[in-house]
């Protein structure tokens, strides 16, 4: 079993930037975050696989987000820079033990909100 563990969350202005953070403990093929916003559905934000050669980034933050992670402390980081009000969300850290997209994750988070205002 692999915990997720999220920080970084936080209430920003409209055009400011977040940088999330999101330690396992334990090494997983991919990692990723998700969001949902109230009334809305589940969106799968981005992804990232062990190697860093692997990554995803939704349409809906391509531009503006960015994911990375660091190997040596087992952690993923989504730098969010540009916010919109849209972006506001609780965004949720996965890991997957298989697939780069970590569509269908086997590890979540807790989750962490992020809350942009206009």
């Known amino acids: 079993q692999v915990q997720l563990v999220e920080s970084g969350g936080g209430l920003v202005q409209a055009g400011g930037s977040l940088r999330l953070s999101c330690a396992a403990s334990?090494?997983?093929?991919?990692m990723g975050w998700f969001r949902q916003a109230p009334g809305k559905e589940r969106e799968r934000v981005a992804s990232?696989?062990?190697?860093?050669?692997?990554?995803n980034t939704a349409d809906s933050v391509k531009g503006r987000f960015t994911i990375s992670r660091d190997n040596a402390k087992n952690t993923v980081y989504l730098q969010m820079n540009s916010l919109k009000p849209e972006d506001t969300a609780v965004y949720t850290c996965?890991?997957?033990?298989?697939?780069?997209?970590?569509?269908?994750?086997?590890?979540w988070g807790q989750g962490t909100q992020v809350t942009v205002s206009s």
């Open positions: 996965v890991a997957c033990k298989s697939g780069s997209s970590c569509s269908r994750p086997d590890y």
């Open positions: 334990g090494r997983t093929f991919s």
């Open positions: 990232v696989t062990w190697t860093g050669g692997g990554r």
